[in-house]
């Protein structure tokens, strides 16, 4: 244990020199190295280093994650969104394009109210320490905008912290601006952010959302499946949509998963009732997420 922690704390300063020696004549072929192929291995120690580093220092614990939509809006912007579209579809009532997004506004309208959902959760998880500055539980999301945006906003509306776990995308994504300053983090690899997400998860909430959701969500069940990763509950708000998108029963029909996979996966349909499975769950498996007397 000891030699682990030397190693560490050597890689650290290793990374730490390459990145911070502005004033070397040498930075510019540190920063070329640090480009290069043979550097990836200390891109990806500094993008898992610079997040844990600093959840160390604020007393991070443990987490509740939250996935879902970056394109969801709450209420009145979803539905200023439609109106706008509309205004321009009366002079242009042929143009499929212009059809096509209304038809999506419209939908994004109608799954406005997880918006509001995700806060609520947020709110819940924020009021739940001791104090603002109790860190033991946390809400931490994907950093981006829509679902997650409004997790990280209801947590700022009761005065918690929150972590954002944002990355580097060619088409979106900048942090959304609810997140706690000291804890919003930007990364470059995928499978660093994932990482962070799982390392002190007690459980995860995913809201509706496409590919990027889906992504996060598979991984984990898959982690949780192969025992690589310790159990723990995930909760799906909003069965209506989850069983359009993905037909897990099909999945245990046809003998591809196995029934008591099955039992990863809990269906709820609101912020209150997601926190409160959250912790009936923990309580069930004898290691509830506050003691008594909290």
């Known amino acids: 244990m000891k030699k682990e922690l030397t190693s560490y704390d050597q ?20 920063r070329t190295f640090l480009d290069s192929d043979e550097g990836r291995v200390l891109r990806l120690e500094l993008d898992y280093i610079k997040a844990e580093v600093k959840m160390q220092k604020m007393g991070i614990l443990h987490t509740i994650v939250v996935f879902g939509s970056a394109q969801i809006l709450e209420h009145e912007k979803a539905l200023e969104r439609v109106n706008q579209i509309k205004k321009v579809l009366e002079n242009d009532p042929d143009s499929d394009a212009l059809v096509s997004a209304l038809k999506k506004a419209e939908r994004m309208l109608a799954k406005s109210h997880y918006y509001e959902e995700a806060r609520k959760f947020g709110q819940l998880v924020g009021k739940s320490g001791k104090s603002n500055e109790d860190s033991r539980i946390t809400l931490m999301t994907g950093g981006g905008p829509g679902i997650m945006e ?15 776990l944002n990355i580097e995308l060619p088409h979106e994504q900048s ?10 983090f930007q990364f470059h690899y995928f499978a660093i952010r994932k990482l962070h997400f799982m390392q002190r998860a007690k459980a995860l909430v995913i809201f509706p959302g496409g590919f990027g959701t889906m ?25 209506a949509y989850w069983d ?12 591809v998963i196995e029934p008591h996979d099955l039992d990863i996966i809990h269906y709820v349909e609101s912020a209150e009732e997601a926190w409160e499975s959250i912790l009936k769950w923990h309580e069930n498996n004898g290691a ?5 007397s909290t």
């Open 288 to 292: 509830p997420l506050f003691e008594p």
């Open 175 to 184: 942090p959304n601006p609810y997140i706690s300053a000291e804890l919003s």
């Open 215 to 239: 992504d996060e969500l598979f991984e984990i069940l898959t982690l949780i499946q192969t025992s690589r990763s310790p159990k723990i509950p995930i909760f799906m708000l909003g069965k």
């Open 150 to 164: 409004a997790a990280n906003r209801g947590a700022l509306d009761v005065g918690a912290r929150s972590i954002g």
């Open 244 to 255: 359009e998108v993905i037909n897990f029963k099909f999945l245990k029909e046809e003998g």
């Open 11 to 30: 890689t650290l300063e290793q990374i730490k020199s390459i990145v911070n020696d502005s004033g070397d004549r040498n930075d510019e072929h540190n």
